[in-house]
């Protein structure tokens, strides 16, 4: 990876849109001399006008994490024109977690517990390395392929930040998506880290149950449902044959105080999370 961007445009041809989100397109794009595939995150420079330190704070993460860990995506180059930033990341073929949770209706439990362990080590990896993510949700989870078994991969680094200092108080502004977003974050009294194991806990409900704990009329009532932590395990139909031991981690996960809730690597200690079976790996 370069260290300044080059000013080449045309080593990619851009091919179908993959995805979109909040400030960019991501297009499949093939890296003309080698044939090889990629993932280009295209992000127009007048739209960024002002906040070009997101994306230039999104590569600096990913300098510094990307490819230290399997389920990370990995960015493997950058460029920009005239018009656009463009970010070459390797390409997931399997699609994003959202469209796999809407196609099944939910997860089987101990393929959400898989699911759920492995990303736990990854937001492990990346608290370990001084950076919160901010923005964990579906959307931002991708499969490398598309086999059911497929390696899950972290994405979407645009309001990562990095955090040296093990204090939770640091961040203020409001960023991140609605129905992911801790009552921390609302409050404006500071976030950190803890924020990411909060969204961990939506995604895990989200797996079991096919909706999420705090979608309600409007973004007003869903911000007051956050703060006061305001969720059951309801309608009973979707939870009955969902764990005790799985409602637990959600609840702990969902904890108000931020100071009070799991670290990533307590997380990963949980029963719902430790009791789960690896895989059955031959000796070579
Ligand atoms: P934004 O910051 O605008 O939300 P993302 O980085 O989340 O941008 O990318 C938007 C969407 O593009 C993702 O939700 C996903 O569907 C798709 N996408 C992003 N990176 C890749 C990739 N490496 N491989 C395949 N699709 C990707
Ligand atoms: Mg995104």
Redesign the pocket.
């Known amino acids: 990876m370069p260290n300044a961007p080059a000013t080449v445009p045309c080593q990619y041809r851009t091919g179908k849109t993959?995805?979109?989100?909040?400030?960019?397109i991501?297009k499949e794009a093939v890296h003309i001399k080698t044939g090889k595939y990629y993932?280009c995150?295209v992000i127009n420079k007048k739209l960024m006008e002002g906040r070009e330190y997101m994306v230039r704070n999104e590569i600096a993460v990913l300098k510094r994490i990307s490819s230290g860990h399997r389920n990370i995506?990995t960015l493997h180059d950058y460029f920009e024109t005239t018009n656009n930033l463009y970010l070459c990341?390797?390409?997931?073929?399997g699609?994003?977690l959202f469209d796999r949770i809407c196609a099944k209706g939910n997860y089987h439990e101990p393929d959400a517990a898989e699911l759920v362990r492995t990303i736990m080590n990854a937001v492990k990896y990346i608290h370990d390395s001084g950076i919160v993510h901010r923005?964990l949700k579906p959307?931002?989870l991708?499969f490398r392929t598309p086999a059911e078994d497929a390696d899950i991969?972290i994405?979407?680094f645009?309001l990562s930040r990095v955090m040296e200092e093990e204090r939770f108080h640091l961040l203020t502004e409001i960023c991140g998506t609605p129905g992911y977003m801790a009552p921390e974050i609302f409050k404006k009294t500071g976030h950190g880290k803890p924020v990411d194991i909060w969204a961990m806990g939506v995604i895990t409900y989200f797996l079991l149950a096919g909706y999420t704990p705090f979608d309600r009329e409007n973004q007003q009532l869903e911000m007051q449902a956050i703060i006061a932590g305001d969720y059951k395990f309801e309608p009973e139909e979707y939870w009955v044959h969902v764990s005790e031991t799985a409602k637990a981690f959600i609840t702990e996960c969902l904890t108000i105080d931020p100071t009070s809730r799991p670290t990533a690597a307590e997380a990963l200690k949980h029963p719902w999370l430790s009791d789960v079976k690896p895989h059955f790996v031959p000796d070579p």
């Open positions: 993959l995805g979109s989100g909040t400030y960019a991501v993932a995150k995506v990341f390797d390409l997931c073929t699609g994003e923005d959307e931002n991708l991969m994405a979407d645009g």
